[in-house]
């Protein structure tokens, strides 16, 4: 078996370290990653400047660029092979409910996805890489079972995956989930540079909305891993019918015609 593996926390972060002396256990593995932290940068490429590749002491490549840069380069002629499975983490920190939307951990196993490879976004819920190791041993675990159930090397799947941070015994089973919600964002923060400028600092994410059962929130907060499949397609399937009646509406003249008619 084949892994690459990315990360939007860079190429030296803890998380993406223990996940690759985890997998290197039970397959061959690259690792392609950002230079830098590259935190909710979702699904973006970089379009206007160049892009650079560099080798790590350890073996490990990066790029000047983002999470799907990495995936992208990687799966375009830098691998030089398929991959059978591309993973992304371990991220520090949750990506759960909206986060999932902004979330370049999810960017990156996207990338592999729309190419047509199975991917996985690992996650820790609490920052700061508490039990670490217990996570990348959950991970690989994971990944030889579903090696195990052949599935790879068949149709592309793209799983987010959110490990809590507890010791490996304590950690419960996988569950399968619905992402849950958050609030809105909280208000943004304003400071003043040492030149009198006005700075803004993006907000810190909402509290909370919806950790119900059967969500990766409800099922975290529980001490079990939850997996949640998803999908690119952003298609609003359940009102293209409101939609085409709105769309025929739209295609109507906004103004009568008139038909000129001259005196007798």
């Not at 990066?62 to 983490?89: E, F, K, M, Q, W």
Request: proline share 6%; hydrophobic share 40%.
């Amino acid at each position: 078996m084949k892994i690459l593996i990315s990360n939007d926390d860079g190429y030296q972060a803890p998380g993406i370290v223990a996940l690759f002396e985890a997998l290197k256990e039970v397959a061959d593995v690259d690792v392609i990653a950002p230079e830098q932290n590259n935190s909710a940068k979702s699904n973006a490429l970089t379009l206007h400047s160049p892009l650079y590749v560099n080798r790590a002491s350890n073996g490990f490549r990066y790029i000047n660029g983002t999470p799907a840069d990495c995936v992208h380069i990687a799966l375009t002629g830098l691998l030089g092979y398929r991959p059978d499975l591309v993973v992304s983490g371990i991220n520090n920190g949750a990506n759960m409910g909206d986060d999932t939307i902004y979330s370049g951990t999810v960017g990156a196993a996207m990338e592999g996805y729309l190419f047509g490879i199975p991917a996985i976004a690992f996650s820790q819920v609490d920052r700061n890489w508490v039990h670490l190791e217990s996570a990348a041993r959950k991970a690989r675990d994971l990944v030889v079972q579903m090696s195990r159930q052949h599935l790879f090397g068949h149709s592309p799947w793209l799983l987010n995956v959110n490990i809590p941070n507890l010791p490996f015994d304590e950690i419960g089973h996988v569950k399968l989930c619905r992402l849950g919600r958050r609030h809105a964002a909280e208000a943004v923060i304003t400071q003043e540079s040492p030149r009198g400028e006005t700075m803004y600092w993006i907000g810190a994410a909402g509290p909370v909305k919806d950790e119900a059962d059967g969500t990766d929130f409800h099922a975290t907060t529980n001490g079990h891993i939850s997996m949640t499949p998803l999908k690119v397609d952003l298609t609003d399937h359940d009102h293209l019918g409101y939609w085409a009646q709105t769309a025929a509406r739209l295609s109507e003249p906004i103004y009568p015609s008139v038909a000129s008619s001259s005196p007798i």
